[in-house]
Nanobody, 125 residues
Framework: RVQLLESGGGSVQAGGSLRLSCVVA????????ITWFRQRPGKEREGVAA????????YYGDSVKGRFAASRDDAKNTVYLQMNSLKPQDTAMYYC??????????????????WGQGTEVTVSS
């Protein structure tokens, strides 16, 4: 059973915007951290934005603060990642993840049970 499904990736010029979507299976969505990660070419996977579907603070990675914004639509079991002022260094495969394995870890830490298949974002200069 697919738990998470991303969409919305594509190619854009620097300075442009994209919005990614992550549809989460019912039962996994409720009261859970849904976190966006990305893996840039030649780099380790990094946490981009972590949102708790029960409400509260949203956490952002330092490299995207002020440019990216996570939000949710509970009626659609969907978490979004609005990406503005995109830079070539934002080029990556973007994944959403759910259900931390160890709840004492920071939500941006790469320690999740369920992962989507990823959606590719390419930013050209």
């Amino acid at each position: 059973r697919v738990q998470l499904l991303e969409s919305g990736g594509g190619s854009v010029q620097a300075g442009g915007s994209l919005r990614l979507s992550c549809v989460v299976a019912a039962g996994t969505y409720e009261s859970n951290y849904i976190t966006w990660f990305r893996q840039r070419p030649g780099k380790e996977r990094e946490g981009v934005a972590a949102l708790y579907t029960g409400g509260g603070d949203i956490y952002y990675g330092d490299s995207v603060k002020g440019r990216f914004a996570a939000s949710r639509d509970d009626a659609k079991n969907t978490v979004y990642l609005q990406m503005n002022s995109l830079k070539p260094q934002d080029t990556a495969m973007y994944y959403c993840a759910a259900s931390r394995n160890y709840k004492d870890y920071h939500p941006l830490r790469d320690d999740y049970t369920y992962w989507g298949q990823g959606t590719e974002v390419t930013v050209s200069s």
